[in-house]
């Protein structure tokens, strides 16, 4: 890995193009909440006071572009938590996880709706919260439901690879 300064590069805010539902600190020895994730962060006011870390959990739903799945496990799993939803710092991690898996399952049902015709469609019968998991979860996975997996697509049999053209050395 090579690290080069560019000065026409531009960092992305993580809230919106990579966004992981993480708790916007790192608790200190004592369990001080100002040791900000984002290194940026680590400043002081004018009054002294520490100032308060980005929390990307609260982040406008409809700006963020990038999902990161590293805090709220991977839909397929059927992650479900009930603990934890009213403690101050769990909670929100817990609420924006369920938009982060309602977002996916939604857009995988719109692909089968939109690609496969009605005998190759998955079963959405799962009971397990379907208004996060749109039917495809079941009760009485290790972490909440088990996944229904998607049957092999037809649609896909007719994708072509386009190759990128080289640039002329």
Not at 6 to 22: F, G
Not at 75 to 86: F, I, Q, S, T
Not at 135 to 143: E, H, M, T, V
């Amino acid at each position: 890995f090579i690290y080069r300064e560019d000065p026409t590069a531009v960092e992305l805010d993580r809230c919106i193009y990579n966004n992981m539902a993480d708790i916007p600190f790192i608790a200190g020895r004592q369990g001080a909440k100002d040791n900000c994730r984002d290194v940026k962060e680590h400043k002081t006011l004018p009054d002294g006071s520490s100032m308060p870390c980005t929390d990307c959990r609260l982040q406008v739903w409809d700006e963020i572009v990038v999902v990161n799945y590293a805090m709220c496990h991977v839909p397929w799993r059927c992650p479900y938590k009930n603990e934890g939803e009213n403690l101050p710092l769990l909670g929100p991690t817990l609420e924006i996880c369920r938009k982060f898996h309602q977002s996916w399952f939604a857009l995988r049902k719109a692909i089968e709706e939109t690609f496969l015709t009605p005998d190759e469609r998955s079963k959405d019968t799962g009971t397990f919260h379907p208004e996060i998991f749109h039917g495809f979860c079941l009760p009485g996975g290790s972490r909440g439901g088990s996944y229904t997996s998607m049957k092999p697509v037809s649609f896909l049999n007719g994708l072509v690879a386009h190759e990128v053209p080289q640039q002329a050395a």
